[in-house]
Structure formats: structure tokens, C-alpha cells
């Protein structure tokens, strides 16, 4: 249920927020699609794991997670002892809806020779029921380390399952989940906007469909387009992904010029994520003040998710053995 901000007209927020992050010793992550303004009063930005392994390794007692539902509960997931609040629990994920557990449950017993290789953006209840997690950042290490003839079940985004395919020459069976926010950059607008700049480079993230994909110089996470846009000797970047990453790169390399990818009706605003911008100054000052809304795992359900994050985490940083993956 969505926490009702009440009447805090008069209130210097972001003082009352670094009050109270103080007070409860808290620590206030924002993922790269929130607002400017948590992005910058956040004690760490970033792409959703990293984030959450950050607060792991802080001595908070609280975490306020700037994001959606599931990255908060993957941040509870590692950090059992720790409060885990959302400014706006309505802050979900189209990929999460897209991949009910119920039905999930029941496609991996119907294919009960596949090992299920899926994307952090699900619930804990789906994360439970799989072998690895992966992240954008970390899928093209963990499959490559996946045997050929190993059969596997790719969910619940299919535009990353099937550029993992393409890329691979796998034939993983792809559950059919959609990101709302990648999928709504038009190619004809993409096009007309590169032949307005023929000197930029295209950045797009992996959930983009395939006709986006295509046309990009460099596919990769957020925080992979982030460090491109650094790396890069082009000065104007086109980025396909939720645009509110651009407040970093703008940040950091302000000399370059930044273009979010247009959606149908030619310009970006289509492609903002409507459940990150739910997230507030008075929504994450209310949470901290309440501790409210809280994330809470039953302690089961936690442990076996956290299985298949470790695994994610033991693959990302070396190899592991077909008969560690658990597929049932």
C-alpha cells in the first residue's frame, strides 16, 4: 500500500532528511532512474545490487532504498538485521508483474531439465524459485560458464534473454516479460534523432527490443553506459535506457553532450519509469521519520532466495561446476 505524504508544508526536507538520516543511523540509496534531487542527497547511487551490497557493508541499522520493490527487498535479502524501508511501496516493476510466482513455479515443472537463469528485476518469491540471479552487468560472465548443453529457462525479461541468445548462439527459453520503460524508444525516432547528430554514439541497456539494440555502439547496464559515456571519445552519447541517468553523467562529464533515446511521440518522456518516479523528498522523509513502509522477508523464503544470489555472486567473480547449479 502507498504511504500518503501528510501536510509538511514549511519543512526544509533535505535538512529534515539529514537529520534523521543521522538520528537512525540510516543509509539512503537511490538507484540511477530517481529524481535528481535523491539522487543527489543519497549516500550512494547506483545500479540496484551494488547498491544493496554497499548498505550490506555499512553499519547502518536502517536502509531507505530509493528505488522499486524489489531492489529494496534484495537489500533486506542480504541485510537481514538491518530496517529496510521504501519511500513508496506501490514502487514496483513491470518485469516483477510480468512473472507471477505461481506461474513461474509451475513452467519450471514443465520443463523440470532446465536450470532457471533470471533476472534480478522478480520478487523474492521468484528468486527463491531459481538456480542464479543475474544482473545486467553480470549475465554474459555467468552464461558463458554454463554448459552448451545445459537447457535453461531465461526470465522474466525476454528482450535481455534473447540478446544473451543472440550474442551466445544459446537457445534459452525465455519467459515472455517486458520493462515498460525500454520497450516504449521508437527505432523511427532513434533514427531521425542520430541523423540530426551523425557524430553521437548510441548507449543502450539490454532491455531494450532488438530493433533499438541494433543501432547502439555500446549495449550494456547503467552503470556500464555510465562508464562508456567516460571512456568514449564522443562527445554527444544518445541513451537508450530511463533518462534520469543522465543527471550522472551530466555530473561527471559535463564538457559532453547527453540525448535521451525518444519514445513514439519523438522526445523522452514516455521512458520515464512511472513507479521510480513515485519515490519523493517527502515520501523518503516520512520513511525515515515512521520507519514506514518496512520490508519484511519470512526468514525461509529469505534463505532461499539468498541461494540463488550467492550463486549469482560466486559466478561473477570466478567459475562454478554444472553440478553446483541445483536445477530441479
Known sequence: MSFQPTNLAGLDLRAEIDRLRKERN??????????????DLADFVGDSLELSKKAADTDAEVI??????????????????KIVVLPDMDAGCSLEDSCPPDAFKAFRAAHPDHIALTYINCSTEVKALSDVIVTSSSAETILAQIPRDQPIIFGPDRHLGGYLNRKFDREM??????????????????????????EASIAAHPECPPHIIDHADYVGSTS?????????????????????????????????????????????????CPYMALNTMEKLYIALRDLEPRIEIEEGLRLAAKKSLDAMLTMASGTIGKGDLGGR
Request: hydrophobic fraction near 40%; charge should be neutral; charged fraction near 15%.
Open 224 to 272: 556500464g553506459i555510465l562508464q562508456y559515456a567516460r571512456t568514449t571519445n564522443t562527445q554527444t552519447l544518445i541513451v537508450a535506457t530511463e533518462p534520469h541517468i543522465i543527471h550522472q553523467m551530466q555530473l561527471a562529464l559535463p564538457d559532453k553532450t547527453f540525448i535521451g533515446a525518444p519514445g513514439a511521440d519523438g522526445n523522452c518522456n514516455c521512458n520515464v
Open 173 to 198: 527459453l525465455l519467459w515472455p516479460g517486458v520493462c515498460i520503460v525500454h520497450e516504449a524508444f521508437s527505432e523511427t525516432e532513434l533514427l531521425k534523432l542520430k541523423a540530426q547528430h551523425p
Open 26 to 39: 540510516a543509509v539512503i540509496l537511490a538507484h540511477y532512474y530517481q529524481k535528481p534531487e535523491l539522487q
Open 64 to 81: 531507505a532504498f530509493c528505488g522499486v520493490k524489489f531492489m529494496a527487498e534484495t537489500a533486506k535479502i542480504l541485510s537481514p538485521n
